[in-house]
């Protein structure tokens, strides 16, 4: 078995106890999968917890989650999570409630987002920067946000353009 897609480094080794030091030794790292064959390590930024459905069979790999004192995910902007539901299984339910860093709001940002881990949902409109325009007034819904016209602006389609309807 292995963790596929969130592999951050790998390196050569013919021991895997090297693989466990490396792993330790950055705070990125989550896990990491041995090839045997080939004898390289590669580092992962997840655990199988918080990516169940890429952990995958793999004969010439194993998988170590690490057993160190880790950053947890979404705690650092260098480290930052896709959502909460992935905060709160990547530390197996025990994840408070509070703000944590997330990278999928807007596109190619990393925002400091309020989390409620009981739903696993994040509160889009209260994120480090305005995912909604000027224009526009966020609503914060279930697993997302809309981005309403305030009154007397209309819509293009995607943003509120300003133009005042008469």
Not at 39 to 61: D, G, I, M, S, Y
Not at 114 to 142: F, G, H, R
């Amino acid at each position: 078995m292995m963790l596929r897609g969130h592999t951050f480094r790998t390196m050569r080794s013919s021991i895997a106890f090297e693989c466990h030091q490396a792993c330790y030794n950055d705070f990125r790292c989550h896990s990491f999968n041995y090839v045997i064959s080939e004898e390289v390590c590669e580092l992962n930024n997840r655990t199988k917890e918080a990516r169940p459905e890429n952990f995958v069979p793999n004969f010439e790999r194993y998988y170590v989650r690490s057993n160190k004192k880790r950053v947890p995910l979404g705690s650092v902007p260098e480290f930052p999570a896709e959502t909460c539901k992935e905060i709160k299984a990547s530390e197996e339910g025990k994840a408070t409630s509070g703000s944590y860093w997330l990278d999928s709001i807007i596109k190619g940002k990393t925002l400091l987002v309020p989390c409620d881990m009981e739903t696993a949902d994040a509160d889009e409109c209260k994120a480090s920067l305005p995912v909604c325009n000027t224009n526009a007034i966020c609503q914060n819904t279930l697993d997302s946000y809309i981005c309403a016209c305030k009154p007397g602006v209309i819509a293009d389609g995607r943003t509120c353009t300003g133009k005042r309807v008469n």
